[in-house]
């Protein structure tokens, strides 16, 4: 069964970086699409950014565009999030997600059919 294993959280002041990664093991299929998401106390779970359509069309939500960045080693399964110039408001449980259908263009949060446990980043003003 596939499991996704996220790593890289922590904890860091304002202005601060952290780049998470998501391994996916026993993932035996060669594309995929991938995102992040995350979520504060309090506040519903929301795409951080995301690699569709084999690559093709990288998303990223409006608070952090520009300052975050998305990649992936197909190689290795392993998906980064780079995340530059935090602030408080990024605060919260990442998650990563993987679905098979990389052909498609975008993904809803209910549509991606692996996750992983969540791994937590703060962030100190």
């Known amino acids: 069964q596939v499991q996704l294993a996220e790593s890289g959280g922590g904890s860091v002041q304002a202005g601060g970086s952290l780049t998470l990664s998501c391994v996916a093991s026993k993932y035996t299929y060669t594309r995929r699409c991938v995102a992040w998401f995350r979520q504060a106390p309090g506040k519903e779970r929301e795409e951080v950014a995301g690699i569709y359509h084999g690559d093709g069309k990288i998303y990223y939500g409006e608070a952090v565009k520009g300052r975050f960045t998305i990649s992936q080693d197909n190689a290795k399964d392993t998906v980064f999030l780079r995340m530059n110039s935090l602030t408080p408001e990024d605060a919260g449980m990442y998650y990563c997600?993987?679905?098979?259908?990389?052909?498609?263009?975008?993904?809803?949060?209910?549509?991606?059919?692996?996750w992983g446990q969540g791994i937590q980043v703060t962030v100190s003003s």
């Open positions: 997600a993987f679905d098979t259908r990389w052909y498609l263009l975008r993904l809803h949060e209910h549509d991606f059919f692996y």
